[in-house]
């Protein structure tokens, strides 16, 4: 080959070389650019998400127990037993609360009696008074007919006196009769004619045949809600149940939410109703659908026992927690939440972050 031929042949290579560190440039720049595009795009939706580890199922929960003494007679479900609103869960002897029963309505019956009684003796009391009132009458007209003849000697003076203490006595007679009506017209409120049914004894007696009857109707214990009873082998037939003492628990298994606590610096867009997507520890790979139901209005140290004091000189700043109540919307055939399981929840709180969050406002 000639020095001319050779020379003809470098200038392409030459090209190559120059165009392959052009190429080289222009990918080195838009790696760059897809990088800070990327990066743009990752901080504009940095925010949106929120993660949170610590929390927990929830579920209402009750000690059963009723506000009445008594031997339990049976106790009728068994340990995680599932039960419906209004099923029987024990019942405490009722003979005590039956005797008490019949001793308040032969109470009320005794009461009613004497209403009746009190309403016909005022008006024997009325009676009386027209009697004596007319009696008086008489013996004033007696009284002042001796007055004359005494003046004349019709009649001796020891007539005239007795006549004379006659009228007195008849006065003060008439007197304490109509204070005795007045004491009776008391009794019965004011009101003469006022139905037995509405005297203040017998209401009393009344009411307190209701007590009893309420109190025998709290000898059989039904469940307030769905639930899943447990700690059932605490009670036991024969044993004597005080009022108000728990006598054992139940779960509900309609009333559950998650109950989540987040750091404060997680909260600053989190609001209630958003979307939330939950998995439990229990079941992999299994997810939930459920939402923001409330965000307390304190952290969890505010309600603590011993509340953090930050007078002292030695403060050091502690990041927060605040209480989460997620609402979870459960689907037929999901797997059953219990009390108590770990959950992990994410949030989407919509919120997009704004270019001039960076320039400032």
Known sequence: MSQSATTAAMPPRTLTVAGRKMLRGILMLGGIAIVLVASFAYWLHGGRYVSIDNAYVRAAKLAVATDISGIVAEVTVKEGQRVKKGDVLFRLERRHFDIAVAGA?????????????????YQR???????R??????????????????KGGGVTRAD???????????????ESLGEQAMVQLAKLGGNPTMPVEQMPMVMQA????DETLRQLDHTVVRAPFDAIVTQVDALQPGQYLAASTAAFGMISTERLWVE?????????????????????????????????????????????VLPAQNA??????????IPLRIAVER???????????????????????????????
């Open 105 to 121: 309505r032969a109470n009320l019956a005794q009461t009613v009696l004497m209403g009746d009684a009190a309403k016909r003796d």
């Open 260 to 304: 989540a606590s987040p750091k404060e610096t997680d909260l600053t867009h989190v609001k209630p109703g958003d979307p939330v997507e939950m998995t439990v520890d229990t079941y992999p790979g299994r997810t939930w659908k459920a939402k923001i139901e409330s965000i307390a209005p304190n952290s969890g140290a505010e309600f603590s």
């Open 160 to 174: 005239y006196d007795d006549a004379r203490f006659k009228l007195a006595a008849n006065k003060s007679m008439l």
């Open 331 to 361: 689907q037929p055939g999901d797997p059953e939440l219990r009390a108590g399981m770990s959950v992990v929840v994410d949030i989407d709180t919509g919120h997009i972050r704004k270019l001039h969050d960076i320039l400032g406002n």
């Open 125 to 131: 009391m009325l009676r009386d008074s027209d009697a």
């Open 206 to 209: 009344q009411a307190q045949l």
């Open 312 to 321: 002292s000189g030695n403060w050091v700043k502690v990041v927060q927690r």
């Open 133 to 150: 009132q007319a009696q008086l009458q008489a013996d004033q007209a007696s009284f002042e007919r001796y007055a004359n003849l005494v």
